[in-house]
Each structure stands twice: as C-alpha cells, then as structure tokens.
C-alpha cells in the first residue's frame, strides 16, 4: 500500500502535463502542414490501378482481354484505349470485352463483334477502305498543307522586296553616336 501511495504523489496532475506538452501556434501550423504534406504524397499508394470490378478469373482471358481492349478507341475519350480509359462507355466496353471472351470467341470474333455494333470508329488501328480514305490520309496532307504555306511565305517574301534594308548616312551618324563611337 505504501509504493501505492508514493505513485499517487509522484505522478502529476493531468492538466500540468497537458500543459507541458503543448505546442505554440507556429508548431501547430508547422505540424499541420507536414502532416497534410504526407498525406498528399501518401495519395497515390491509396490510388485503384485499373478496374477490378469485371476481371477475368482465369489470368490468360484477362491477358486476351487486355489484348482486345488495348485495339478498341474509347468513344468518348477518342485518344484512349478502352483500357486506358475511366469513362463509362469504355467501362460498358471491357465488359462487354470480357463477356465474349469468358465465353469463349476468339480475339478475332470479339473484334468483329464490338466494330459491327459501334463501326470504324472504335478501331484504334481503322481498315484501310474508301470509306476511311481520309482519315489515313489526314497526317499526309496536314503534312503537305504545312510545307505549301511555308513555300508560299517564301515565295511572297521574295516577290515583295522587302528584305535587307541599307541605312542612310543620317542613321549610320546617329547610331554611331548612340553605341559611343567615337568617329561619329
């Protein structure tokens, strides 16, 4: 019972030893802000890689999906693949993707599936036919446009005259005069 009493003595209030720990205001704006610097560094280990909701089970079908969906356009995004993409069309498409894929259609007939439901379009590498003639050949003919306006400013450049212009005497005199050449 007495060590009991002794630690009743020898041990401070509460509230002295929330005083003592206390921290000024600086520390507190100091601590916040690393703490919130943490957390924001710390964001990306809490970030989803990819979308688990419609995976394959079997790791080879996944890979085939992932296969197929990397050769579909997002139609929303038009830049992305399905795989890349967060948007709900393309999410809809690696579904669809998957579905065909678990049961069991070659790479071949998903392919066909998904370009006779939504056309062209979502075929990121398009067939080459009349129909898609200018979309091949856009990157071509921006390419040419590009060089005929670069030949045409040259051209009127040089049928305009105006080129390297001689100084008269009077502005040879006066920038001498203002770059310090003595002579002037």
């Known amino acids: 019972m007495k060590y009991f009493d002794t630690l009743k003595r020898r041990a401070p209030p509460p509230a002295a030893w929330l005083r003592r720990a206390s921290l000024s205001l600086a520390h507190k704006s100091g601590l916040a802000a690393a703490l919130a610097l943490m957390l924001l ?13 419609y995976r394959l089970r079997d790791p080879g079908q996944e890979t085939r999906a992932r296969e197929i969906g990397k050769e579909l ?14 948007a709900p069309l ?3 498409l690696r579904r669809i993707v998957r579905e065909q894929v678990e049961q069991g259609a070659s790479n071949e007939q998903v392919m ?8 062209d379009f979502v075929l990121l590498r ?12 856009t990157p071509a003919l921006a390419l040419l446009g590009g060089l005929f306006a670069i030949w045409r400013s040259r051209r009127l450049e040089n049928t305009t005259g105006i080129g390297p212009l001689e100084l008269t005497e009077a502005e040879r005199k006066r920038l001498a005069a203002l770059q310090g050449d003595p002579k002037a």
């Open 41 to 53: 560094l710390s964001a990306p280990a809490f970030a989803q890689i990819g979308d688990t909701t």
């Open 73 to 86: 356009r997002c139609l929303v995004c038009q830049n992305q693949s399905i795989e890349d993409s967060d």
């Open 90 to 92: 393309a999410r809809d």
């Open 112 to 119: 066909r599936f998904v370009h006779e439901r939504y056309g």
């Open 126 to 137: 398009p067939p080459f036919r009349w129909s898609t003639l200018l979309l091949w050949a």
